[in-house]
């Protein structure tokens, strides 16, 4: 029987896990939690798109937002895949859910707080109000998601490295769709003082989702090659990638109070 530490010895040498019965208990464990994370998070970000196919703006955008729904329910079916295959019953998982709870004040902070048994990262709890909103989740929160699954895409366990590799080409069209609108936006002396406010509400809530820095769990997960860098690197790369996308749009990026976000 392999020691927890020989295992852990093996995947720093790169080791990659292809099934289930190559796992240590403890990394069987760490995995489930982050597959769960993203999973319930990709269902739970679909759902609160769905409203915006009947409330975009043109005919044009209408396609676009069932498109990027129809990438989150895929992105979701794809996780809970992955979940099955490691014996979880999904069907009844999801059931168990309420991925469709949002908050009644959808301008109340609850800094890095859960409010329900899943696994959410906490900014779906959020209601997406308005059309700009709507932007400006693509604009900050598909762009951080993006940044959390670089580390993914070359992690210890194969299936899932392979397939972030779809999602992530996915959630980077999302990320356009949002810079477009946020340009356009932004250039329009009517709409520019809306677009600035939505950054200053969903930036935050954005930064909020990484973790600690120097947490313990983010060093096992990097121990185990289920991630690769500290929470507060991946932080730092999203606020660079922001700041860059901001530029030439004169908007500003708000402060950010550090809260973290415990479970990462
Ligand atoms: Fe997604
Ligand atoms: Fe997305």
């Known amino acids: 029987m392999i020691t927890a530490e020989d295992f852990a010895q093996q995947i720093q040498g790169g080791r990659k896990i292809e099934a289930h019965d190559e796992m240590s208990e ?15 998070s990709e269902l739970s970000g679909g759902y609160g798109y769905i409203p915006w ?7 044009h955008e209408k396609l676009l937002v069932a498109q990027i729904v129809k990438d989150e329910i895929n992105h979701a079916y794809r996780m ?22 949002r908050l009644e004040d959808s301008n109340a ?12 990262v906490n900014i779906f709890y959020y209601t997406i109000d308005s059309w700009t909103d709507f932007i400006m989740f693509n604009f900050c929160m598909d762009r951080g998601a993006g940044h ?12 899932w490295a392979r397939t972030i590799e779809g999602i992530f080409k996915e959630e980077m069209m999302h990320v356009n769709h949002g810079d477009t609108w946020v340009h356009r936006l932004a250039s329009n002396p009517d709409t520019k003082d809306e677009v600035q406010t939505a950054l200053e509400k969903w930036y935050p809530r954005t930064m909020n989702i990484f973790g600690r820095p120097n947490s313990s769990k983010n060093k096992l997960y990097r121990k185990l090659g289920l991630k690769q860098r500290d929470n507060e690197e991946v932080r730092q ?25 415990e479970s990462v």
């Open 26 to 40: 403890e990394y069987r464990e760490a995995l489930l939690n982050l597959l769960m994370q993203q999973a319930d």
């Open 237 to 261: 790369a999203f606020k660079a990638d922001i700041t860059k996308a901001l530029e030439g749009t004169g908007l500003s990026l708000p402060a950010w109070t550090p809260e973290y976000d």
């Open 148 to 159: 959390q699954l670089e580390d993914a895409k070359h992690c210890s366990y194969a299936p």
């Open 80 to 101: 809970n895949k992955l979940l099955a295959e490691l014996g979880i019953n999904v069907d009844q998982r999801i059931e168990d859910m309420e991925l469709e709870l």
């Open 109 to 120: 902070n609850i800094g890095t707080e859960r409010k329900a048994a899943d696994k959410r």
């Open 53 to 59: 196919i009947a409330k975009a703006p043109s005919i």
